[in-house]
C-alpha cells in the first residue's frame, strides 16, 4: 500500500543503482516486448519485399531439389545403390533428354516455332474479317496495333527481368542451388533450425518433413500431367495431321506445369493453328483440347490430389494472378506450389494448436528418412 505522501510501493521501487531507462514494473515490460516483435516483424517483412526475387529464386531451387530428391527416392526402390548414384542417375537422365530433344526434335521445332508467329497473325487476320462481315467495327490497323502493342508490352515486361542473360543467369543458379540441396537436404535443415531455440527445433524439422514430403508429391504430380498432356496431344494431333503437332504437344506438356492458365494459353495456341487448316480441323483441334483437359482434369488431378494437396481451384487462380502481377513468369511458375507449402504450414499450425501433434497432412506414413539405414534402401 502507499503511504500517506503518495510515495510509491517498496516492490515497485527500483533497485539502487539502476538506470532510469530500467522498467520494473512486468506489465510495461511486456508491453515493450510486445512493441519490438511487431517493429521486428515489420522490419522483415520490408527487408522480404526488398529481396523478393532472391527469394522466389531460392525457393525454385527448393522445387527443383524436390524434384530430384523424388527421382531418386522412386529409383531407390528397385536399385539398391547409394543415393549420390541415384541423383547421378536421375540428372544425367535429365541432360539426355534435353540433348535428345536439342539433337532429334530441334530442328523440326525450330521450323516451326518459327511459323508460329506468321501463322497466328494471319489468324488475327481472318478473325477480323469475319467480325467486319458481321457487323463489328474492326479495322486490320487497329488489330496490328493492339499486337503491337501487346508485342511491346512483353518487351517489357522481359527487359524488367533482366533479359535473356539475366533469365539464363537465374536457371542456372536455380539448378546448381538446387542440385547442392538435392545431396545433402538435412545438412541445410540442420542449420536453420541451429538458429531457433533449442524447443522449437523438433517442431521445426517435422514441419519441413511434412513440406518436403507434399512437395515431392505435388511435383511427381506436375510432371505426371506433363508427359501426359504432351504425349497425348502429339498422338492425337499427328493422328489427324495437325501442323506443328510436336511444337504443339511441348508446348502444351511445358504450360502443364502452370494449373488453370498454362491450359487455357496452349488451348488458344492449338485451336488458332488448327483453323489454318480448315473449320473441319479447328473443330478438330478444339474437341482434342477438351478431350485431353477433360481426362486430366477429372482422372489425373483428383488422382494425384489424394496423394498431396487438394488445393481450390480458384484459390490456386487467384494467387497465380497475385504472383504474377508482383513477380512475373517467376512468380506464376511458383504460385502453386508456395501456396501448396503455406497450406501445409498452416495446418501443421492449426494441428499443433488443437493439441494433435504428428504429420497433419500425411499422418501415418513413414519416417522422412534422407540416408537409409545399413542393408537397407529407403526411398
Do not use: C
Not at 100 to 112: C, H, K, V
Not at 235 to 247: K, S
Not at 336 to 345: E, F, G, N, R
Amino acid at each position: 500500500m502507499s503511504d500517506e505522501t503518495g510515495s510509491r510501493p517498496q516492490d515497485e521501487a527500483k533497485p539502487l543503482g539502476a538506470s532510469p531507462a530500467t522498467f520494473t514494473n512486468p506489465a510495461v515490460r511486456h508491453e515493450i516486448t510486445r512493441a519490438g516483435v511487431w517493429i521486428a516483424m515489420v522490419g522483415l517483412a520490408v527487408l522480404a519485399v526488398y529481396i523478393s526475387q532472391s527469394l522466389l529464386v531460392i525457393f525454385g531451387a527448393m522445387v527443383f531439389a524436390a524434384m530430384i530428391d523424388g527421382g531418386a527416392r522412386l529409383l531407390g526402390r528397385v536399385l539398391p545403390v547409394g543415393r549420390g548414384w541415384r541423383i547421378a542417375i536421375v540428372v544425367l537422365a535429365s541432360i539426355a533428354f534435353m540433348v535428345w530433344l536439342t539433337m532429334f526434335a530441334g530442328n523440326q521445332i525450330s521450323r516451326e516455332a518459327a511459323q508460329l508467329p506468321m501463322l497466328i497473325e494471319a489468324q488475327a487476320r481472318r478473325a477480323a474479317d469475319w467480325a467486319s462481315s458481321q457487323g463489328f467495327a474492326m479495322e486490320i490497323a487497329d488489330l496490328q496495333g493492339f499486337l503491337g502493342q501487346a508485342a511491346s508490352g512483353v518487351g517489357t515486361v522481359t527487359r524488367a527481368l533482366g533479359g535473356i542473360l539475366g533469365a539464363l543467369t537465374t536457371v542456372v543458379l536455380v539448378l546448381i542451388m538446387g542440385l547442392y540441396v538435392a545431396m545433402e537436404p538435412r545438412l541445410y535443415e540442420r542449420g536453420m533450425a541451429w538458429m531457433l531455440p533449442q524447443k522449437k527445433r523438433a517442431e521445426f524439422h517435422d514441419l519441413m518433413s511434412d513440406m518436403a514430403f507434399t512437395m515431392r508429391r505435388l511435383m511427381f504430380g506436375r510432371l505426371v500431367g506433363m508427359v501426359f498432356e504432351g504425349i497425348l496431344t502429339y498422338a492425337m494431333l499427328a493422328i489427324y495431321g495437325v501442323p506443328m503437332a510436336a511444337l504443339l504437344s511441348i508446348l502444351t506438356g511445358l504450360l502443364a506445369f502452370i494449373p488453370n492458365i498454362g491450359a487455357f494459353i496452349s488451348g488458344i495456341l492449338m485451336v488458332l493453328v488448327g483453323f489454318s487448316g480448315g473449320y473441319e480441323m479447328g473443330l478438330y483441334t478444339i474437341l482434342v483440347y477438351f478431350v485431353v483437359q477433360t481426362f486430366d482434369g477429372y482422372v489425373i488431378i483428383p488422382l494425384i490430389a489424394k496423394k498431396t494437396v487438394d488445393l481450390a481451384p480458384a484459390l490456386v487462380l487467384a494467387f497465380q494472378l497475385i504472383m504474377g502481377i508482383l513477380f512475373g513468369i517467376i512468380g506464376l511458375f511458383l504460385a502453386d506450389p508456395l501456396l501448396a507449402m503455406i497450406k501445409v504450414a498452416l495446418e501443421h499450425r492449426a494441428a499443433r494448436t488443437a493439441g494433435q501433434g504428428g504429420h497433419p497432412p500425411h499422418e501415418g506414413r513413414a519416417p522422412d528418412r534422407v540416408d537409409p539405414p545399413p542393408g537397407q534402401v529407403h526411398a
